[in-house]
């Protein structure tokens, strides 16, 4: 009996951890608009955790670009719209996707895919002398970008 109720929680374990696997960069089906419906770890994203990562130059730097009014940085872009009521004017299917990567709803975008490993346009060796290596990772993590989506989902007009 132990060692039916041992096993039955070993496979429980890892059914839980299945579930919740990462999808990977190259594996995210986006719809014809570039939604991106499902999450990509099976885990709810952390709205504050977003907004670190959205303010913190090392991370998505997302003020670099973008006007959040909610967020504390001593520089907001205006390269990109502003992100201010982002949650009234998209879904969390389509943030998700502008968010792993713009490009699927705003073609000719600036904004990179913070959730891509390729395909990348590169000047090549011949042109800057330091091309990059073939596979980059990913700018976030699966769960980096749901916290963003989290974040990006507060931002509701006043």
């Known amino acids: 009996m132990k060692r039916h109720v041992a096993l039955a929680a070993v496979a429980a374990t890892f059914a839980a951890t299945a579930a919740f696997a990462e999808t990977a960069p190259m594996d995210v089906k986006f719809t014809d608009i570039g939604e991106v419906t499902t999450s990509l770890t099976g885990q709810p994203g952390d709205p504050s955790k977003g907004a670190e990562i959205a303010s913190t130059k090392s991370l998505g730097n997302c003020v670099s670009c973008h ?3 909610a967020l504390d940085a001593s520089f907001q872009g205006n390269v990109g719209p502003e992100l ?3 949650a009234d004017r998209w879904s969390e299917a389509q943030l998700r996707g502008i968010v792993i990567d713009a490009k699927h709803t705003f073609e000719g975008t600036v904004m990179p895919g913070m959730y891509k490993t390729g395909p990348f346009i590169r000047p090549g060796d011949g042109y800057t002398g330091k091309a990059a ?6 700018i976030l993590n699966g769960q980096q970008v749901e916290d963003v989506v989290a974040f990006l989902m507060t931002l509701k007009e006043e």
């Open 84 to 86: 201010n009521g982002a």
């Open 67 to 69: 006007v959040v009014s």
């Open 133 to 138: 290596p073939a596979d980059l990772p990913p």
